[in-house]
């Protein structure tokens, strides 16, 4: 079975853009959430997608955003970057999103904003 | 308000060394997971183990080891006869479980030697 997968593997934003990141889960799984690691804040959750609705969020301002589709691939957008936006942002996924469930990691999106 | 604490930020090991990593987490609720979660230098984070909170048992899987008890509120993690390949960044994490979030510690980087 393939792991989850994530594109790109890095980028590099100047601030003010956009950017968006993709995540595709594995096989089978419907719930998605995206994380943010940072050397200074460590993993924070961002928030969580099951069947196109977002479920769960994190502590993060409205710039954040993301959805889901039908095949439960999900994508993150960050608007109007700022400089602290630079992390590695990793996406998880598990079947049905219930709390005996294992999140399995993709290998992340690595942003840059300069 | 829930919590996990790594307190060591980085260990140095000369192969074939054992090296336990400690993790002491905070929670009021009576049912939930304990992970550890594996961060090779390419950024993914592998899944290592599960343990919900009703199930004390000691694990043992190869060379690693997961000693988790309730009193204490803590759940170390031994690594037997280390080898580089062990080296990277080591997670302790707390949560439901599944798309609910999940909270990390700071992380323990592992540097073994040869």
């Known amino acids: 079975k393939a792991g989850v997968t994530q594109t790109p593997r890095y980028l590099i934003k100047t601030r003010g853009q956009q950017v968006t990141l993709s995540c595709s889960p594995i096989?089978?799984?419907?719930?998605v959430s995206w994380y943010q690691q940072t050397p200074g804040q460590g993993l924070q959750f961002l928030f969580e997608?099951?069947?196109?609705?977002?479920?769960n969020k994190g502590n993060f301002p409205g710039r954040f955003s993301g959805r889901q589709f039908s095949n439960s691939r999900s994508e993150m957008n960050v608007s109007t970057l700022e400089l602290g936006d630079s992390a590695l942002y990793l996406c998880?996924?598990?079947?049905?999103?219930?709390?005996?469930?294992?999140?399995?990691f993709g290998p992340g999106t690595r942003l840059l904003v300069l | 308000a829930q919590k996990v604490t790594q307190a060591q930020t980085e260990i140095s090991v000369v192969e074939k060394e054992d090296v336990t990593l400690d993790c002491v987490y905070e929670?009021?609720?009576?049912?939930?997971?304990l992970f550890w979660y594996k961060q090779p230098p390419s950024g993914e984070l592998v899944f290592l183990i599960r343990?919900?909170?009703?199930?004390?048992q000691n694990e043992i899987s190869g060379r690693y080891s997961w000693n988790f008890q309730k009193s204490t509120s803590s759940f170390n993690f031994t690594i037997t006869a280390s080898q580089v390949v062990d080296s990277a960044v080591y997670f302790c994490?707390?949560?439901?479980?599944?798309?609910?979030?999940?909270?990390f510690g700071a992380g323990t980087r592992l540097f073994v030697k040869a």
């Open positions: 998880a996924s598990s079947g049905l999103g219930r709390t005996s469930e294992t999140q399995y």
């Open positions: 096989s089978g799984h419907r719930s």
């Open positions: 997608y099951f069947s196109e609705t977002q479920r």
């Open positions: 929670t009021r609720d009576t049912t939930y997971y």
């Open positions: 343990r919900n909170s009703f199930d004390e």
């Open positions: 994490a707390l949560g439901p479980g599944g798309g609910f979030k999940t909270i």
